[in-house]
């Protein structure tokens, strides 16, 4: 059974910076896609990023498009977030997440996704 832990978060001011790491138990890391999400609250949770099982395709949303970027060490079961120039509005748990599939696509849906981590927090002041 996989297990996913997430580092902790962290109260950044707007513009800053802030880089989350996911390591994954287990050895199959390598096999798949994983992602992170988000949840605000009172909203749904929403897909930010994707980074497929080899390390070359990835998908982002558009709100976080050319600020975020996700990256992986399949060496150390490890997956980042990198998260630049950061709004108010990126204030959110952060989730990672682990497809369902091995060897799959950047899938945006969570049903895509089996296992998640503890999520962390994320503030953004103004």
């Known amino acids: 059974q996989v297990q996913l832990v997430e580092s902790e978060g962290g109260l950044v001011q707007a513009g800053g910076s802030l880089r989350l790491s996911c390591v994954a138990s287990?050895?199959?890391?390598?096999?798949?896609?994983m992602a992170w999400f988000r949840q605000a609250p009172g909203k749904e949770r929403e897909f930010v990023g994707a980074?497929?099982?080899?390390?070359?395709?990835?998908y982002y949303a558009t709100s976080v498009q050319g600020r975020f970027t996700i990256s992986r060490d399949n060496a150390k079961n490890t997956m980042y977030l990198q998260m630049n120039s950061l709004k108010p509005e990126d204030t959110a748990v952060y989730y990672c997440?682990?497809?369902?599939?091995?060897?799959?696509?950047?899938?945006?849906?969570?049903?895509?996704?089996?296992?998640w981590g503890q999520g962390t927090q994320v503030t953004v002041s103004s």
């Open positions: 980074l497929n099982w080899s390390g070359r395709d990835a």
């Open positions: 287990g050895r199959t890391f390598s096999t798949y896609t």
């Open positions: 997440a682990k497809q369902r599939n091995p060897f799959g696509g950047t899938r945006l849906s969570p049903r895509e996704y089996d296992t």
